[in-house]
């Protein structure tokens, strides 16, 4: 069984830094794409930053020069790293990843259960 675990959210000030990481367990074949998510409340879930297992990496307009994303294959995870923190950052952030176990043998699409991120002063 796959499970994907968030962990790295919390409160913070204006300004401050946040990493988030995503730990990924299960009888995996392959990770295509890695990705976070955010959905802020009464806001629809968009996409925040994404990785392809080649590393090409592709930001949303509202992170770019503040958030950097990066896997580390070998450990099956995928981290956000957060600066320059801005209050409109605030959200519940989900990990995202495309992945090809060795039971279904396809890649499938998993989530995790997200981890909350508050920026306030």
């Known amino acids: 069984q796959v499970q994907l675990v968030e962990s790295g959210g919390g409160s913070v000030q204006p300004g401050g830094s946040l990493r988030l990481s995503c730990a990924t367990s299960?009888?995996?074949?392959?990770?295509?794409?890695m990705a976070w998510y955010r959905q802020a409340p009464g806001k629809q879930r968009e996409s925040v930053a994404s990785i392809l297992s080649g590393g090409s990496t592709s930001y949303a307009d509202s992170v770019k020069g503040r958030f950097t994303i990066f896997r580390d294959n070998a450990k099956k995870t995928v981290y956000l790293q957060m600066d320059s923190l801005k209050p409109e950052d605030t959200a519940v952030y989900y990990c995202?990843?495309?992945?090809?176990?060795?039971?279904?043998?396809?890649?499938?699409?998993?989530w995790g259960q997200g981890t909350q991120v508050t920026v306030s002063s």
């Open positions: 299960g009888n995996i074949r392959s990770i295509n794409t």
């Open positions: 995202y990843q495309q992945i090809i176990d060795y039971v279904r043998d396809l890649m499938w699409p998993y």
